[in-house]
């Protein structure tokens, strides 16, 4: 955070660090990258975290974001999932089909904390460009995490030896989409009278423990129906909204956001250091990993850039659009987990080499974001102010 980057940046780094120090033949830690309850609560810090994610937005937020934030998350799910579908095809020839499409479902991330702070810091997270670059990269989650259940219920389907047809591809897709909608419906209907009954209740933290608990039970409706967990974590943020608390503005004046950080900011980083640990830095010498991450960054940004062509209306700046989509952040290493732990036939789908590519593409494109759209939309003010 001193030299201006994102926190997740710095326990990513710490993470490879430690995952490395074998290379100077110091093997003490070697082990927290295999233990059981140090995965365990890296899954609870992913779940909470994509809970944060949608508590910084509402269901009412995206119905009122508008076609322009619609188009441009549509082109920047498609463009970035196509480019990086072929870069697999181009770079990979030898890999199989499902590798080329987890390296395109990994390009269709993008990180919202990492653009709305930096709109927050400049003080234009209210501009009309800021309206369309937020309400944006909310749909772009919501689609890339469908884009994410397709892409790994195929790659199931593969591991128990069965081929999915467009039917069966179809049906997960309708199955994740159903899930999403339907608990954000359902949820929405049922959450305040579910927050209005514990707030009847004595004892303490109770706004806190009513939250996780809707949290992790989507969650796991989520893994029920074979969707990541995340998707439920997700969905409960969007659904939990201020108004929903109203029964427990006399006992506690704090929201969820905030009960909730201490919490994630001990579980959160245990996620990123994992991740990180997961990277073998002598993959870096190898020019085929270098190449791969040089032409997956390029094509990161390329892929999210063209969005920019949807964004149309006043006074707002299509650079900046453009740039806002870039970072991958938090979400992109999420989807690369992910599928460093999916199988077919007992053989990885992400190996280390293309794993630390991927992170790579990570760090570039979350490190280049705020400099980048902190010079386009200063750029753009001095231009309507001149005009």
Not at 1 to 18: H, K, N, T
Not at 187 to 195: D, E, R, S, V, Y
Not at 305 to 323: E, K, Q, Y
Not at 331 to 337: P, Q, Y
């Amino acid at each position: 955070m001193r030299l201006g980057q994102p926190a997740v940046l710095g326990e990513l780094i710490a993470g490879i660090l430690l995952g490395n120090l074998d290379v100077a033949h110091l093997t003490w830690l070697t082990s927290i990258e295999t233990n059981t309850m140090v995965d365990i609560l890296a899954r609870l810090g992913v779940i909470l975290l994509l809970f944060e994610v949608g508590l910084e937005s509402t269901v009412r937020d995206m119905l009122k974001v508008g076609w322009a934030s619609l188009l441009v998350a549509c082109l920047g799910v498609v463009t970035p999932f196509a480019l990086g579908w072929g870069v697999g095809a181009l770079l990979l020839p030898h890999r199989s089909v499902y590798v080329h499409a987890f390296l395109g479902a990994t390009l269709t991330a993008t990180s919202v904390g990492i653009t709305a702070r930096v709109l927050k810091d400049l003080g234009q997270s209210q501009g009309p460009t800021a309206r369309v670059i937020l309400g944006a990269a909310v749909i772009d989650d919501v689609l890339g995490l469908v884009i994410l259940a397709i892409v790994g219920g195929i790659i199931a389907a593969a591991d128990a030896g069965r081929s999915m047809s467009y039917g069966a591809i179809a049906l997960v897709l309708v199955k994740a989409v159903a899930f999403l909608f339907g608990a954000l419906a359902l949820g929405t209907l049922l959450a305040p009278t579910m927050f209005r009954l514990t707030a009847r209740l004595r004892g303490d933290w109770l706004l806190l423990t009513t939250a996780l608990v809707f949290c992790f039970v989507l969650a796991w409706l989520a893994s029920s129906v074979g969707l990541a967990p995340i998707v439920g974590a997700y969905a409960a943020g969007l659904i939990l909204e201020p108004a929903v608390f109203g029964a427990f503005a006399g006992r506690d004046p704090r929201d969820v956001e905030e009960l909730i950080e201490p919490l994630a900011a001990v579980l959160v980083p245990v996620f990123f250091v994992l991740m990180g640990m997961h990277v073998d830095v002598r993959s870096f010498a190898r020019l085929e990993v270098l190449g791969l991450a040089g032409v997956l960054t390029l094509a990161a940004v390329v892929g999210k850039h063209a969005c920019s062509l949807g964004a149309f209306g006043p006074s707002i700046d299509r650079l900046s659009v453009g740039l806002g989509m870039i970072p991958r952040g938090e979400v992109g290493l999420i989807f690369a987990s992910i599928g460093a732990g999916l199988t077919v036939k007992g053989e990885r789908i992400i190996d280390e080499g293309t794993y630390s590519a991927v992170v790579i593409m990570v760090v570039v494109t979350t490190m280049v974001t705020p400099p980048a759209l902190r010079w386009s939309l200063r750029r753009a003010g001095r231009r309507m102010a001149a005009e």
